[in-house]
């Protein structure tokens, strides 16, 4: 007995460390964009408020870069509750929320304000819900600014310009639309693919916002950047509802709050990266050109017309009321 007592204090210590390990929740969080990104740092920002809320109960551990997928992979793999969160633009998530789409026509909000606005109030709220059907809880937007165009050799001046280029969009019939509507021709690719298509001229240019622009180094091979800033597509933070479903009400309530905490310090570490990767593509000798967005605007006319009778049209017209 004597020499079995240590034993026995060793493996019931075991056993209790082995208990508190399995008692915290692990929530697997995987996203596409790289750990520079504002995204990434609101994430882990996000975790440590859950970790400090819950005292330790409750974790969560971030994968970026695409290292279990691209954006639609992994919407997909939320929806089988295989994976409990991920961030991904609204532009992908229309081919899963068809209520979404409303982000990726372009010139709908007059401004940043006003899309905000939006975001926060009743129409927000009912758009990050609609997933729920499809397995989907939106649990917050960030900020990704507006996206505008970038090319290798022509330069967008006016929406003639897009006229036979071969633009990358993502995956979103609704992005492809747009640039058929500009005269354009779209291809929509994985974002994590897309530096190679560039350079490879698979395409002659791409759309997104400066921090995208700047982080992925498609300033390398694309040196006009025109801020047309014709869609303002947020970033949703997305959970899947089985996971979601699964957490006790104290757990759901203490990831809420983590997530709710980090949109306004993802929203602060935006605007600085966006105005630091203006600053820095410029120096790498991109040339930035402020095109008169009217134009742009006329030609997009007939796309916002298109969906007159639709569920889209009443939301595009509630959206106008808002001030
Ligand atoms: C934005 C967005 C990403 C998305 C990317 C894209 O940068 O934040 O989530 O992957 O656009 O164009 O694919």
Redesign the pocket.
């Known amino acids: 007995m004597k020499k079995l007592f240590p034993l026995l204090i060793i493996t019931s210590l075991m056993l209790i460390g082995c208990q508190s390990q399995s008692k915290v929740r692990v929530i697997k969080l995987a996203h596409?964009?790289d750990v520079s990104h504002s995204?990434h740092k609101a994430m882990v920002f996000m975790a440590e408020r859950l970790a400090e809320k819950s005292k330790g109960k409750m974790r969560i551990d971030i994968y970026p870069s695409e290292q279990l997928g691209a954006?639609r992979e992994l919407i997909e793999l939320l929806q089988i509750g295989s994976l409990a969160m991920t961030k991904?633009?609204a532009s992908p998530l229309e081919g899963f929320v068809p209520e979404m789409k409303i982000f990726s026509i372009p010139y709908v909000f007059r401004d940043e304000d006003h899309l905000w606005q939006i975001l926060k109030g009743d129409i927000g709220k009912r758009l990050l819900l609609a997933g729920q059907k499809y397995y989907l809880r939106g649990m917050c937007y960030y900020d990704?600014g507006s996206r505008s165009f970038y090319t290798k050799e022509i330069p967008i001046r006016r929406p003639e310009d897009l006229s036979g280029l071969k633009i990358r969009v993502?995956k979103s019939p609704t992005s492809v639309r747009m640039i058929q509507t500009l005269g354009g021709s779209a291809t929509p690719i994985a974002?994590g693919e897309l530096y190679t298509a560039l350079q490879q001229g698979v395409v002659d240019g791409a759309e997104?916002?400066p921090p995208?622009f700047y982080l992925t180094r498609h300033y390398e091979v694309c040196k006009y950047y025109s801020l047309d800033q014709h869609t303002s597509v947020p970033?949703i933070v997305l959970m899947s509802t089985v996971v979601w479903e699964s957490l006790t009400p104290q757990e759901q309530q203490w990831l809420q709050e983590a997530v709710d905490e980090s949109v306004d310090h993802q929203r602060q570490l935006w605007k600085e990266s966006e105005a630091e990767a203006m600053a820095a593509v410029q120096k790498a000798g991109v040339e930035v050109i402020y095109p008169d967005k009217k134009p742009f605007r006329e030609a997009v006319k007939p796309m916002h017309e298109s969906y007159r009778g639709t569920s889209v049209y009443d939301l595009l017209m509630e959206i106008q009321t808002i001030e």
Do not use: G, T
Request: proline share 0%.
């Open positions: 596409a964009l995204v954006e991904v633009s990704a993502q974002f997104n916002n995208s970033d």
